[in-house]
């Protein structure tokens, strides 16, 4: 069929063909486009979807509303409290000392030159066994004073016994005789005098028999042991002179010690006298030694404020020394049906004391509290929590934050 004309002189198409072609432009421009638009994403990252928004109650009137999720990652834990059995008990820093009562300062009772030491630190005496020996010259004068003074007494009683015979006899006069009696009385008194002075010298009875016995001066002197225990210090050389203010020896009996203690005055409510007391000696951590209070001070010390206490511990075994460093550790009565929580589920919150208790649905409670005495990381609770709650005992700072979070930035 001819093409027609138009009347400007173009070409007519007919009907069909021009469908056609309108067709075929419309698809080109429909995957043109979709080209593009593939094109444009590659160059772009992808968009994320928005985030859910938040519940209007996530924390609101001191309650936190966590996810399943948010609580796993938080490593929150919480643990069911109950009234149980709650002691609380007191340590105190101690020094472990000799039983004074049975320690003695060895001294020299006269003055001498050091002969010879017979006994070391260390060493168990008996009473009265010799520690050392000194050459003492006022000792040898001692001793011939009392020879003396026994040779007076001795001629003056014979002088006597003979007045009285004479007198007997009236071979001399009374007055003779009373003054003859006289002289024996002075003389007698002379030597116990004497004899007294070697026993202040520290002389046995058997060295001054020997001395009446033999008649013969020694100018040595023995140091002995008061009683039977330890010699813990000695302070005396071979050669050197002592003088009567000397610290020969320190002998104590350890077989008991004394632990004293400093105890603060906000810890003085708990000591009793004759209470039954622990130590604990950091030379045998895992050891427990008891013992029975023995003296409490009537005064605190001005400038520590503390209360010093006294300890006495059997000591069988020599275990404890003197100058340990020990610990004095003091029970209280047990409370019987208490809530105790651990320290680290306490927390601050405007100037009081906060737990957090969980309910139903994941939702946490904030609960103010009233606290009462710590021991062993736990502390009593007097107030704000009921017996059978769930407490959270970690984790429990992650929730703070959550709920200072709300308040500073409200929800919208």
């Not at 979709?34 to 772009?44: E, F, H």
């Not at 001054?208 to 002197?221: F, K």
């Not at 002592?242 to 010690?257: K, M, P, Q, Y």
Request: charged fraction near 30%.
């Amino acid at each position: 069929m001819a093409s027609r004309m138009t009347n400007s002189g173009r070409a007519c198409l007919p009907q069909h063909r021009r469908g056609g072609v309108l067709c075929r432009l419309v698809g080109s421009c429909l995957l043109l486009a979709a080209l593009l638009t593939a094109g444009a994403g590659c160059d772009r990252d992808p968009v994320a979807p928005p985030p859910p928004d938040k519940p209007a109650d996530r924390a609101a009137n001191g309650v936190v509303h966590l996810t399943e999720a948010e609580v796993v990652r938080a490593g929150i834990e919480v643990v069911t409290v109950k009234k149980e059995p709650f002691t609380l008990h007191r340590e105190f820093p101690a020094t472990i000392h000799a039983n004074e009562n049975e320690l003695a300062e060895v001294t020299t009772l006269i003055r001498g030159r050091v002969v010879e030491v017979l006994v070391d630190v260390g060493k168990d005496v008996k009473k009265g066994e010799r520690l050392a020996l000194l050459d003492s010259a006022d000792l040898g004068m001692a001793e011939g004073l009392y020879l003396k003074t026994a040779a007076r007494q001795h001629e003056a009683q014979l002088a006597y016994e003979r007045a009285a015979n004479l007198h007997e006899h009236r071979a001399i006069s009374l007055a003779e005789l009373q003054r003859r009696e006289a002289e024996m009385k002075t003389a007698q008194a002379d030597a116990r005098e004497a004899l007294h002075r070697l026993k202040l010298l520290g002389v046995p009875d058997q060295e001054i028999q020997r001395l009446e016995r033999d008649r013969t001066i020694r100018s040595d002197v023995a140091i002995r042991a008061p009683f039977a225990g330890r010699v813990i210090l000695r302070n005396i050389t071979r050669g050197e002179v002592v003088e009567t203010s000397r610290h020969c020896f320190t002998i104590a009996d350890l077989s008991d010690v004394w632990v004293v203690a400093s105890v603060p005055e906000k810890d003085v409510r708990f000591i009793h006298p004759n209470e039954t007391v622990h130590v604990v000696v950091a030379a045998y951590p895992h050891g427990l030694f008891s013992g029975r209070m023995t003296y409490i001070s009537d005064v605190l010390d001005q400038a520590t404020r503390t209360m010093r206490i006294r300890v006495t511990v059997p000591n069988p075994e020599r275990v404890l020394k003197p100058e340990m460093f020990a610990m004095v550790r003091v029970d209280a009565s047990p409370q019987p049906d208490v809530l105790a929580v651990p320290l680290a589920a306490v927390q601050q919150e405007g100037g009081g004391k906060v737990l957090f208790v969980r309910q139903p649905g994941q939702r946490f409670e904030l609960r103010r509290v009233r606290l009462g005495e710590e021991q062993d990381g736990k502390v009593i609770v007097l107030e704000g929590l009921r017996d059978g709650e769930d407490v959270v005992v970690k984790g429990a700072f992650a929730i703070k934050s959550e709920l200072d979070i709300h308040k500073i930035e409200p929800t919208q």
